[in-house]
């Protein structure tokens, strides 16, 4: 088992020109881009004004890796929650453990399932007010 902590930058809108940005700058490499209108069970929930926003993203910068969102809607990112950090692990149980040990006393923001992007994912905020994304890589 493997687990990695990868900062996480929540967007308003602009994740695609973040990560054209950061694509530049860092000599970064895109490994994936994921829109709301591309997963399965979003395309009915979101207007087409928003089904090209970036769902979720993946860029690797030399040996590390920074993961990106847009807010679904036109809300500002709440405070505390434009960066937060993904911990990835490549296997779902230890995921799992990982989500439910930082969720005591914490809030759960996105239960941990299986999402199209990853087998098992989850969002909570822990009891210090610290937000992580629990990502189980393919």
Do not use: W
């Not at 990112?77 to 990982?98: A, D, F, L, M, W």
Request: charged letters at 25%; one cysteine or more.
């Amino acid at each position: 088992m493997t687990a990695r902590l990868i900062p996480y930058l929540n967007m308003e809108g602009n994740a695609r020109e973040a990560i054209q940005f950061y694509e530049q700058a860092l000599d970064a490499k895109i490994l994936s881009i994921i829109t709301y209108g591309e997963m399965p069970e979003m395309p009915n929930t979101f207007n087409e004004d928003l089904k090209h926003l970036v769902a979720h993203a993946k860029l690797q910068v030399g040996e590390s890796e920074l993961m990106f969102s847009d807010a679904p809607d036109d809300s500002t990112i709440p405070k505390g929650k434009q960066i937060t950090i993904c911990i990835s692990t490549n296997n779902v149980e230890e995921s799992k453990r990982y989500f439910e040990a930082l969720q005591q006393n914490g809030h759960v923001n996105m239960p941990f399932r299986e999402e199209p992007f990853s087998p098992g994912f989850g969002d909570v905020t822990d009891k210090f007010g610290v937000t992580f994304q629990i990502y189980t890589e393919e």
